[in-house]
């Protein structure tokens, strides 16, 4: 029984990805459901065990960054578990618990608070475990216990949205759906509220936070229609609450009146623009964040320097340009 394999049984409740050593391939999840132990093929003796935890597995960009992940470490013969956090802090730092003491070789985080991962930091680094955060920065104060953080450039990715939405509706009366816990929604905030400074007659009516998912984003959305019946345009932070803001539109009629922008490039959102329900979106790269983050920590394991910052570049996506970021089915 390999290391993997010890950790799936002891680890029952958590959602666990093992990846088929030299079985993989870029359209599956990363080692979704299989055990290595059962790979066909498989005959070389199992390699590095990393482990990953991430805010939420419910949403396309983190199982395209754990794919990004899975590929790089597989090409060097190694494995990644990725642990769901589901948007609870307590579950993660559970979670990266448990994977210290299982003694990974590497861990890649994405935080579900970005002020509240210390603890756990301290934790790994008194194992001489290495951390990389990824897509969420954690606070500046932390970052000496951390190797680097790997994300996209968020500050843009709202300039994007920003200039995107003056350019269609410079008088804009909008809302901004927020997730004040986690950085990265903060660097896109404060990149769309920097951005609004040059167009004077748009106007923020409210701020709301929708916990970055469809489901949490419908019923503020509702509640903003009501309160605000001259709202003409919304700021989602991110696609899965830019589908839950059409909806609720959707069912109160006003979808065609309302210009809606966000940030991440999902598929979803890709279709939403070709089908003219949504605007725009600053499209993120998790596949190339991913395989950034895995290379900096194989680096970083070879006694190699790392810079501490990295950022990876983020793109506009409109009804001009959809159709070349659409995946095939």
């Given at each position: 029984?390999n290391k993997?394999?010890?950790?799936?049984?002891?680890?029952?409740l958590?959602l666990?990805?093992?990846?088929?050593?030299?079985?993989?391939?870029?359209?599956s999840?990363?080692?979704?459901?299989?055990?290595p132990?059962?790979a066909e093929g498989?005959?070389?003796p199992p390699?590095?065990?990393?482990?990953?935890?991430?805010?939420?597995l419910?949403?396309?960009?983190f199982v395209d960054?754990?794919?990004?992940?899975?590929k790089e470490l597989a090409a060097?013969?190694?494995?990644?578990?990725?642990?769901?956090?589901q948007?609870n802090?307590?579950?993660?730092?559970n979670?990266?618990?448990?994977l210290?003491?299982?003694d990974?070789?590497g861990?890649f985080v994405?935080p579900v608070?970005?002020?509240?991962?210390?603890?756990?930091?301290?934790e790994?680094?008194?194992?001489?475990?290495?951390?990389?955060?990824?897509?969420?920065?954690v606070?500046?104060?932390?970052?000496?216990?951390i190797?680097?953080t790997?994300?996209?450039?968020?500050?843009r990715?709202?300039?994007?949205?920003?200039e995107?939405l003056?350019?269609?509706?410079?008088?804009?009366?909008?809302?901004v759906?927020?997730?004040?816990?986690?950085?990265a929604?903060?660097?896109r905030?404060?990149?769309?509220?920097?951005?609004?400074?040059?167009y004077?007659?748009?106007?923020?009516?409210d701020?709301q936070e929708?916990?970055?998912?469809?489901e949490?984003?419908?019923?503020?959305?509702?509640?903003?229609?009501?309160?605000?019946p001259d709202?003409?345009?919304?700021?989602a932070?991110?696609?899965?609450n830019?589908l839950g803001?059409?909806?609720?539109?959707?069912?109160a009629n006003k979808l065609?009146d309302v210009?809606?922008?966000?940030?991440d490039?999902?598929?979803a959102?890709?279709?939403?623009?070709?089908?003219?329900k949504?605007?725009?979106t600053?499209?993120?790269?998790?596949?190339?964040?991913g395989k950034?983050?895995?290379e900096k920590?194989?680096?970083?394991?070879?006694?190699e320097p790392?810079?501490?910052?990295?950022?990876?570049?983020?793109?506009?996506?409109?009804?001009?340009n959809?159709?070349q970021h659409?995946?095939?089915d």
């Open positions: 029984m993997a394999l010890r950790f799936l049984i002891s680890s029952s958590l666990l990805f093992v990846p088929l050593l030299g079985g993989c391939n870029d359209s999840a990363p080692g979704t459901g299989s055990d132990a059962q498989n005959t070389a390699g590095r065990l990393f482990g990953a935890s991430f805010q939420t419910n949403n396309p960009f960054l754990g794919n990004g992940l899975q060097h013969g190694d494995e990644l578990i990725i642990l769901d956090a948007f802090s307590l579950k993660q730092k979670d990266l618990s448990d210290i003491l299982k990974v070789a861990i994405n608070n970005w002020e509240g991962l210390k603890g756990s930091l301290l790994a680094q008194r194992k001489n475990v290495p951390i990389i955060i990824v897509d969420a920065p606070k500046e104060s932390d970052e000496e216990l190797v680097c790997v994300a996209s450039d968020n500050v990715a709202g300039q994007l949205a920003a995107a003056a350019k269609v509706n410079p008088k804009a009366k909008l809302v759906l927020h997730l004040s816990v986690n950085k929604c903060i660097d905030v404060a990149g769309f509220k920097e951005t609004l400074q040059n004077p007659e748009m106007e923020i009516l701020v929708a916990k970055g998912t469809t949490g984003a419908r019923p503020v959305m509702r509640d903003l229609i009501g309160r605000y709202l003409n345009a919304v700021f932070i991110n696609d899965p830019a803001v059409i909806s609720a539109l959707d069912s065609d210009t809606i922008v966000t940030v490039g999902s598929q959102g890709i279709k939403a623009i070709q089908a003219g949504l605007h725009s600053s499209a993120q790269f998790p596949k190339e964040i950034i983050a895995a920590m194989l680096a970083h394991l070879n006694g790392v810079e501490k910052d990295v950022k990876v570049r983020v793109e506009l996506i409109t009804a001009e959809a159709e659409l995946e095939a």
